[in-house]
T-cell receptor, first 113, second 113 residues
Framework: GDSVTQTEGQVALSEEDFLTIHCNYS??????LFWYVQYPGEGPQFLFR?????EKGSSRGFEATYDKGTTSFHLRKASVQESDSAVYYC????????????FGKGTHLHVLP | GGIITQTPKFLIGQEGQKLTLKCQQN?????MYWYRQDSGKGLRLIYY???????QKGDLSEGYDASREKKSSFSLTVTSAQKNEMAVFLC????????????FGPGTRLTVL
């Protein structure tokens, strides 16, 4: 079945560091790919999506490019801030069942001042 | 904008008890979801409802029932609470279709004694 793998469970950075959170997926066809962010005590919030190969999604300085060749959708930000500390989820909406969104296990980002 | 309300915010139950969680949305969205969030395991889909009179099982439906009372509300019942169970239950809604972002409520935190 479809799946999403986030390699890093926790990432610790200093302010102004470059961020990469790795996301790889397994699915047939062209699933929609998403990034969500969750702050403590809140539900996840949609960050952005991409739906076709080479499409770039971006929001709030974060970006990711849909790469069907490497089945990846890695999250990047050039310069993180302490306020970016949160849990980040990669997700996919299957090509065969768009409603069954599958989430990765999440990556907890800690940004130190 | 809209909002998703989940009640109660905290739910404490006893082993074997039947427990009901409620979710209301005022986005006028057709599709609603229930997810379970466990530490280190991400979000797992329990039930979803594509439209008002629809109910679909997710990957984690065993031990749960769901009810879509009307377009704006979606309830989840834990049929028999398991001892020492602790998790956050998240409700979400979206418009119909692939690639649709989901809007999440703040969650109900369940503790079973």
């Amino acid at each position: 079945g479809d799946s999403v793998t986030q390699t890093e469970g926790q990432v610790a950075l200093s302010e102004e560091d470059f961020l990469t959170i790795h996301c790889n997926y397994s699915a047939s066809g062209y699933p929609a790919l998403f990034w969500y962010v969750q702050y403590p005590g809140e539900g996840p919030q949609f960050l952005f999506r991409a739906s076709r190969d080479k499409e770039k999604g971006s929001s709030r300085g974060f970006e990711a490019t849909y790469d069907k060749g490497t089945t990846s959708f890695h999250l990047r930000k050039a310069s993180v801030q302490e306020s970016d500390s949160a849990v980040y989820y990669c997700a996919l909406g299957g090509d065969t069942n768009a409603y069954k969104v599958i989430f990765g296990k999440g990556t907890h980002l800690h940004v130190l001042p | 904008g809209g909002i998703i309300t989940q009640t109660p915010k905290f739910l404490i139950g006893q082993e074997g008890q039947k427990l009901t969680l409620k979710c209301q949305q005022n986005f006028n969205h057709d599709t609603m979801y229930w997810y379970r969030q466990d530490s280190g395991k991400g979000l797992r889909l329990i039930y979803y409802s594509i439209t008002e009179n629809d109910l679909q099982k997710g990957d984690l439906s065993e031990g749960y029932d769901a009810s879509r009372e009307k377009k704006s509300s979606f309830s989840l019942t834990v049929t028999s609470a398991q001892k020492n169970e602790m998790a956050v239950f998240l409700c979400a809604s979206s418009i119909v279709g692939q690639g649709a972002e989901q809007f999440f409520g703040p969650g109900t935190r369940l503790t079973v004694l």
